[in-house]
């Protein structure tokens, strides 16, 4: 499996990112003769997916997850590159800038189309095309963009309670060597 560089990767691209493992049978050497009859039956090819559920399910998954498109991961290349480029120089000063750009956004940019063409894919065979129309209506509805733009919020105010209720849990108490606070760990029940 070839590994993906994920050091330029904003946070938010990372999601646009699949893996993806295909499962590969083993082939009989002509040499070995004929197959015995118990061996498992051949694999069906499976039917090519509808090209209209495919762009039905690219356009869902756009307005589900924003950040797979091709546009904004342009834009997310445009704002890191300056970092990307000031940490690359930093370990080679001589270094070609212009040709490193190239070759990062062509990189994003090939796997991030390349995740969105397999969602696209995967996402098609999951639901009907009238089911993929339903759920693009309800994404582009003004309740679906607000559920869109809002659940990111609503994730980062659980994660905050959730520290917030490991806290109370934690007494800050004075350390007699070094005269600093420290955290005691929670009790136990």
Do not use: W
Request: proline share 10%; charged share 25%.
């Amino acid at each position: 499996m070839k590994r993906v560089d994920r050091s330029f990767a904003a946070p938010g691209m990372r999601a646009a990112f699949v893996g993806c493992f295909l499962l590969l049978g083993t082939a009989v050497p002509a040499a070995a003769g004929p197959a015995p009859a118990a061996s498992a039956p051949k694999a069906q090819p499976t039917p090519p997916d509808d090209p209209a559920k495919v762009a039905a399910a690219r356009q869902f998954i756009l307005l589900y997850h924003p950040n797979t498109d091709p546009k904004r991961v342009s834009a997310m290349i445009d704002s890191y590159m300056p970092r990307a480029i000031a940490a690359q120089r930093e370990q080679d000063p001589k270094f070609d800038a212009k040709k490193f750009e190239q070759e990062k956004r062509a990189q994003v940019m090939g796997n991030a189309t390349k995740s969105l063409e397999l969602q696209s894919h995967v996402v098609s065979r999951h639901f009907t095309l009238p089911e993929l129309k339903a759920l693009i209506a309800f994404y582009a509805s003004p309740l679906g963009r607000k559920l869109t733009s809002e659940s990111p919020k609503i994730t980062m105010d659980m994660r905050q309670m959730r520290r917030q209720e490991q806290m109370t849990k934690v007494k800050v108490i004075g350390d007699p060597k070094s005269g600093k606070l420290v955290l005691s760990p929670p009790k136990k029940k």
